[in-house]
């Protein structure tokens, strides 16, 4: 009995020792099936970081899913004495599958140079492929105004405008998601810029309001504006802005040189009730700094604010923390 005993202990032993290699086995599987998952998504996403890169750097069409008959975009391009910046920037968008025509707003004492055109004209037929031609045209304007950028253009053939100025680029991969976005609410703003505004809490403001730059938007996660310099919106504002707008605030703007782009963002919000869409993307600025570096920028925007609010008679900016995001070049969204 007693050796009987002494077997059966030295099985159960045994068994049990069988049992812990085998679960160590199992786990050591789990943990190098788990490591090899991870490992092959992060080389998923290199490679697609990488392709999004090549992309930008080799500018080409990214796009071709689409049809080329569907119609496209024009972009609308202000400019002033930055030839070098306005040609990089026409030598990048020129290269954007989508893209039908370039409007420049001009508006120099001086009219463009023959130089300035035989080399963007160049740049346009060498960016030219599969009988896919882009059309430039210059809006010469007599007036310095930076009204001019919104002003009704006749001959534009497309229901799309790209606002941009001359000294930002974004990847076209990314001008043709937002483009891709606008076209799911082509009466609102879309853009790359959003900056915000809410109520003064101050006792005794009375209902007036303040501008909030990028770290507001940043800090609070909502927004109600996208600004003009990097923004789509349909053509008919265009319309709305020069005949129908108050002129006061026209006015104000041509005086003040500045909130041109408030103003807008105004008139569209006044017309669809609804707030703009901020789309994600990468900004490559390559001027310098401009008028938001200047001492008092921000309190020059909120008295454009609180002057475009009193002459419509109410707020018409709509809030919102909605953003769009191209799933396919982010690691979360």
């Not at 030295?10 to 190098?32: H, T």
């Not at 954007?96 to 140079?113: G, T, Y």
């Not at 492929?129 to 001019?148: A, M, P, T, W, Y």
Request: hydrophobic share 40%; charged share 20%; proline share 3%.
């Amino acid at each position: 009995m007693r050796g009987s005993c002494w077997w059966l202990k030295l099985n159960r032993r045994a068994e049990q020792r069988f049992r812990q290699l085998l679960i160590s086995a199992v786990k050591s599987v789990r943990i190098k099936l788990l490591l090899c998952c991870c490992i092959l998504l992060t080389v998923v996403a290199i490679t697609c970081s990488a392709s999004a890169f090549m992309v930008w750097t080799n500018r080409s069409p990214v796009l071709s899913r689409y049809s080329a008959s569907r119609r496209g975009y024009s972009i609308v391009m202000n400019t002033w004495k930055r030839y070098d910046l306005l040609k990089q920037s026409i030598k990048h968008y020129s290269s954007c599958p989508r893209l039908e025509s370039i409007h420049i707003v001009w508006s120099e004492p001086n009219p463009p140079s023959s130089f300035l055109l035989k080399f963007l004209h160049h740049v346009i037929q060498s960016n030219s492929k599969d009988g896919r031609h882009v059309k430039l045209k210059f809006d010469i304007n007599k007036e310095d105004s930076l009204n001019n950028r919104f002003k009704e253009i006749k001959d534009l053939e497309t229901d799309a405008v790209f606002s941009i100025d001359d000294d930002v680029i974004f990847p076209c991969s990314s001008v043709e998601f937002a483009f891709d976005v606008w076209q799911s609410a082509s009466d609102a703003m879309v853009g790359f810029v959003p900056r915000a505004h809410w109520e003064d809490s101050l006792k005794g403001s009375g209902g007036k309001f303040k501008y909030g730059g990028w770290w507001s938007v940043w800090w609070t996660g909502t927004y109600s504006m996208v600004l003009s310099k990097a923004a789509f919106f349909h053509k008919k504002y265009f319309s709305l802005y020069t005949y129908e707008m108050p002129a006061s605030i026209r006015e104000y703007v041509t005086k003040n040189r500045n909130c041109e782009d408030i103003a807008m963002s105004f008139l569209v919000a006044n017309a669809t009730g609804a707030p703009p869409i901020w789309v994600k993307g990468r900004i490559f600025e390559i001027g310098s700094t401009g008028i938001s570096s200047l001492g008092g920028h921000s309190e020059r925007r909120t008295e454009c604010v609180n002057r475009f609010a009193s002459e419509y008679g109410r707020m018409p900016l709509v809030s919102t923390s909605v953003k769009a995001v191209d799933s396919r070049n982010a690691w979360f969204w």
